[in-house]
């Protein structure tokens, strides 16, 4: 292949190592992902951006073919279809903003970076390289998430050179100094390995399996323990009963995820059990769009589906603190964390099911992005899942 052949592919090329080493899974390098918009200010042609964004999407969520084929024990195809539908929105606002006006491409680039962050668009938005601003300014919080979106436009501008200097610098040093979030005190997340009968059987010798975890978590004296999405299956009256009742002989409080079933659809909520009783905590902001929110269905008067309270309750009170919960695919995508951090909540409670993405590195990506964002705003995490 000739040299001027190859020319044209090489940002291509370096557009999927960016994706793939940057959203590998390991916290420390997320700042990789700063050089997709080097490479997409680098493109000659509206063309050339197209295929550097398209790049760079599809080699960050690679994971998600060989997920979905697991989640719904299909072939690859369903999952390649959703893989290539959900770059969609991506590449279009990278592809229609990119412009050869140079002076103005800083600020086309700014303006994808916020359309990519809150819904429409955001609602796919995975892989943003804000997430990094959590490895470059740690503790920074909202000041560090300023200076993050200031070098992204930066980095669009012909004085990328010295931008990327800049952040290379405070990367080393926020490596050198990486520590990674405390747990709240009193607080204990329990990781489960059950597989994909988590949350789908649903019978007493399962509850009562969980209740013993719960219960040796719980023998030190710690005053709460967080079980995985779906740790319970359906929320129902007879579960809820066993589970106060299996609380009267601790202080512990369980905070787990489960499912609320009605007629219209359900919710993919947590829960918080005590003695006292038990009641719904938080109910997700953004379902997994496809395999749970399914929207289309009430256009034509069907039921199912995941509700999605999108900008609901952003903070709960647990105790004497306020927590913010990241379910699942809320911890993939930007808007949720920063609509609970304009609250100044006092920790973090993040859990997730991941059984399905067994093979993939989309758990490891999960964790990497909510380590992220509590070490930008300083706040403790408490992780739990289920693989």
């Not at 690679?62 to 770059?87: E, H, N, T």
């Not at 004497?320 to 993939?332: D, K």
């Not at 990497?368 to 995490?381: G, I, Q, R």
Request: aromatic fraction near 12%; charge should be positive.
């Amino acid at each position: 292949m000739s040299r001027d052949c190859l020319r044209p592919a090489l940002p291509i090329f370096a557009s999927i190592a960016i994706g793939v080493v940057g959203w590998s899974g390991h916290v420390l390098l997320l700042p990789v992902a700063l050089g997709f918009p080097i490479l997409w200010s680098l493109a000659q042609t509206r063309l050339g951006a197209a295929l550097v964004s398209a790049a760079y999407f599809l080699a960050a969520s690679r994971g998600l073919p060989q997920g979905v084929a697991a989640f719904y024990s299909s072939d690859i195809w369903p999952g390649l279809l959703l893989w290539l539908c959900a770059s969609l929105s991506f590449v279009v606002v990278h592809a229609v903003l990119w412009t050869k006006n140079t002076r103005v491409r800083p600020s086309r680039y700014f303006l994808a970076a916020v359309i990519m962050a809150i819904p429409p668009f955001g609602i796919t938005g995975w892989a943003h390289p804000v997430t990094a601003a959590g490895v470059l300014f740690p503790g920074w919080g909202w000041w560090g998430l300023g200076f993050m979106t200031a070098g992204l436009a930066g980095l669009a501008t012909r004085i990328w050179p010295a931008v990327a200097i800049a952040f290379a610098g405070l990367w080393l040093w926020s490596a050198a100094i990486w520590t990674d979030p405390k747990l709240p005190e009193g607080w204990r997340g329990v990781d489960l390995e059950l597989g994909a009968s988590l949350g789908r059987e649903a019978g007493l010798q399962r509850q009562r399996d969980i209740i013993a975890t719960v219960r040796n978590a719980a023998s030190d004296g710690t005053r709460y323990v967080v079980l995985p999405e779906t740790a319970l299956g359906f929320w129902t009256p007879t579960v809820a009963r066993l589970w106060m009742s299996a609380s009267g002989d601790t202080d512990a409080t369980v905070i787990a995820g489960a499912t609320v079933l009605d007629a219209k659809g359900y919710d993919n909520v947590l829960v918080a059990i005590d003695r006292k009783g038990g009641r719904i905590l938080y109910r997700e902001r953004m379902p997994v769009p496809g395999s749970m929110w399914q929207p289309w269905r009430s256009w034509f008067r069907e039921s199912g589906g995941a509700r999605a309270d999108f900008f609901a309750n952003p903070i709960v009170p647990i105790g004497a603190g306020r927590a913010a919960p990241l379910i699942c695919y809320e911890q993939l995508i930007v808007w949720p964390v920063l609509q609970s951090m304009l609250h100044n909540p006092d920790f973090v409670v993040s859990v997730g099911n991941g059984w399905w993405t067994e093979g993939t590195s989309i758990v490891s990506i999960q964790r990497a992005a909510t380590t992220a964002w509590t070490e930008l705003f300083a706040k403790p995490l408490v992780i739990a899942f289920n693989t």
